[in-house]
């Protein structure tokens, strides 16, 4: 059996050799930058963080800042990232660090833990790496070591395969001129608190009943280019219907448009700070592209 403090001598002296240390998060190892960065490289990669590492912390260079920023524009940030729950739970333990430590990152464990979105695993982290705290994890990392160490026979062996469900989604496309109609969805289920457009429909056949409603003519429609946007649980086959709207857009639209508080007018030319589904985020960067042109 190896003695612990000399093995873990020589796991650190391997470090020094050989690991990373020029990662943004790794130059200013606060509570809070290491915090950060644990939520963003859950089930994301390393290259894909650092980006939006870079400009989060930018934006947000302190939990108070964080906490005081509207939702909607963390989302706006996150937006790319996947899984927004991290997000949203980012923002509320902000907002918890400011009102039940006054703005200083807590500094045992279970204080930690107690943030939303946080688990042993995170907090560990987080004290050990900021600040020097003895909290043992045992994660994949630490398995794939002690598998060497201990010259366990035979290779890691894969996963198997996930068969993922599919589903389909009609999005509705409303412009007029460089004004595109978004809604917020609810806090809570898929796309939480991200904007979208309006109504996902199930079947080209809901479409109809929707646009006669307000003014509007399926006949106008025109039916884009499908796309296929995968989550986690299930592959999203999405087929997008474009409407190009009058100046003066019906006045049954108008009003349902007025009436919707959680509604806006995307502008494509100055883009508000708003979150966005990747896949809506992909459509409205197209419409961009093809301002004043044929989109099919």
Request: glycine share 8%; with cysteine; net charge positive.
């Amino acid at each position: 059996m190896m003695q612990a403090q000399p093995f873990a001598q020589q796991v650190l002296a391997w470090y020094e050799r050989y690991g990373r240390k020029t990662l943004p998060w790794q130059q200013e190892k606060t509570p809070y930058t290491v915090w950060l960065s644990e939520i963003m490289l859950q089930q994301t990669q390393v290259t894909t963080v650092i980006p939006y590492f870079q400009r989060f912390i930018a934006r947000f260079p302190d939990v108070c800042t964080l906490a005081a920023a509207p939702l909607d524009e963390v989302l706006h940030l996150w937006t790319g990232l996947g899984y927004y729950a991290r997000a949203r739970n980012l923002h509320k333990a902000a907002q918890s660090i400011v009102e039940q430590h006054g703005g200083e990152f807590p500094t045992t464990l279970d204080a930690v833990c107690a943030l939303p979105g946080v688990g042993r695993f995170t907090a560990g982290a987080v004290l050990s790496l900021s600040l020097g705290q003895h909290h043992p994890i045992l994660d994949g990392n630490v398995k794939r070591v002690l598998a060497r160490c201990y010259a366990v026979a035979g290779w890691p062996g894969k996963k198997p395969k996930q068969t993922l469900p599919e589903k389909s989604a009609w999005f509705l496309l409303l412009q007029r001129g460089n004004d595109v109609w978004l809604q917020q969805r609810p806090a809570t289920g898929l796309w939480g608190g991200l904007f979208c457009f309006p109504q996902q429909f199930n079947t080209h056949d809901d479409v109809e009943p929707w646009l006669q409603q307000r003014g509007l003519k399926i006949t106008d429609v025109q039916q884009l280019v499908s796309f296929r946007h995968t989550l986690s649980h299930f592959h999203l086959d999405i087929v997008p219907l474009w409407l190009a709207l009058p100046t003066d857009i019906p006045h049954a639209l108008h009003h349902a448009c007025m009436e919707e508080k959680t509604g806006l007018w995307y502008n494509l030319a100055q883009p508000p700070a708003v979150g966005l589904t990747a896949p809506v985020e992909r459509l409205l960067r197209m419409l961009t592209l093809h301002s004043g042109g044929s989109l099919i």
